[in-house]
């Protein structure tokens, strides 16, 4: 090995993991500060004081079973933020999964096997775009979108992303580079309705111009 890669493997060895900020919510008062104290402990993780501080890069949810209140809180701290969450639960019903996915859930740990070191791991994946979910849950989710699919959004011609049938024809026509006028000919719509179509997909996603909502689709895998 020569010095400069000794030196190297050194420097790195010495360079610190950034540590994660996260915040804490449970149901009761004794979880909150079980949950606490077993992240305290862990140089990775910065507790924040705030339930739902805007400065965190994961939330934790903590609660013996999801109840409809449990429900309320993480809606309200999924409303609050963008980031992902980790859920520690004893108990997760089945019919409640999707919604808890919808509070941007991308971890689900179990309370009897929560610990110190599985939690911090689960924090870690999920503030690196992660997900942890155990194969009964993944199982049981993906039957449930598929059923969201086929039973609600295909019978009003809409799919997972929010796209109609119609906006996908246009978006891909129009990342190969085809005009409004060309765009409608192709499909058979007036230029106007093409127009309509563009200007309703980049409102409803906050987008500037057309190149952004090519890009867009691009990155979500529409085209």
């Known amino acids: 090995m020569t010095k400069t890669q000794s030196a190297t493997r050194s420097m790195t060895a010495t360079v610190p993991r950034k540590q994660v ?6 149901s ?6 079980g949950v606490t104290e077993m992240l305290l402990g862990n140089a990775d993780v910065f507790v924040a004081t705030d339930p739902f501080p805007a400065d965190v890069d994961v939330l934790v949810f903590a609660a013996d079973r999801v109840t409809p209140d449990v429900l309320a809180s993480m809606s309200k701290a999924a409303a609050e933020s963008d980031v992902p969450a980790v859920l520690v639960a004893r108990q997760l019903d089945r019919p409640v999964l999707l919604r808890v996915v919808e509070c941007r859930v991308v971890a689900v740990l179990h309370r009897s096997a929560a610990t110190s070191e599985r939690l911090v791991d689960a924090i870690r994946v999920a503030s690196q775009g992660g997900g942890v979910l155990p194969a009964n849950l993944l199982g049981e989710l993906l039957r449930q979108v ?7 959004l295909e019978p009003r011609g809409v799919n997972s992303a929010g796209f109609t049938s119609r ?16 765009i409608g000919k192709e499909l058979c719509y007036s230029e106007r309705t093409v127009k309509n179509v563009i200007y309703a997909m980049t409102s409803r996603l906050n987008l500037r111009n057309r190149p952004q909502l090519v890009a867009y689709g691009v990155r979500i895998g529409l085209i």
């Not at 900020?21 to 449970?26: D, N, S, T």
């Not at 009761?28 to 500060?33: A, C, L, R, W």
């Not at 906006?167 to 060309?182: C, M």
């Open 167 to 182: 906006e996908i024809d246009v978006l891909r026509l129009l990342s190969e580079g085809w005009d409004t006028e060309e």
């Open 146 to 152: 598929e059923n969201l699919n086929r039973e609600v």
């Open 28 to 33: 009761d008062p004794i979880t909150f500060t």
């Open 21 to 26: 900020r996260v915040a804490v919510w449970a």
